[in-house]
């Protein structure tokens, strides 16, 4: 078994797109990336379909949220 910082470092994964939004909603099982024409991506929040409480595209960083559950990225 090796020990911490011995052998070759692991290969790193390039981190998704959405990891730059920050906050939570990249961390929610109710977000969803989608991506424009122009190439930009934005973050659908799969609660503004059964709840007005919620926007559909909330602006990033989203800090604090009432609906916020703990998933990946769909
Ligand atoms: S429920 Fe809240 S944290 Fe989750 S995607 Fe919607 S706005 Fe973001």
Redesign the pocket.
């Known amino acids: 078994m090796k020990e911490p910082g011995q052998g070759p470092a692991e290969p790193r994964r390039p981190a998704p797109a959405q990891s730059s939004f920050g906050g ?2 990249p961390a ?4 969803r990336p989608v991506t424009s024409a122009k190439g930009s991506t934005f ?1 659908l ?4 379909a059964v709840d007005p409480a ?2 559909r595209y ?1 602006p990033q960083p ?1 800090r604090t ?5 703990p998933g990946p990225l769909r």
Do not use: I, K, S, Y
């Open positions: 939570l909603c929610c099982r109710h977000a973050l929040c799969g609660l503004a919620f926007p909330p989203v949220c009432a609906g916020h559950e």
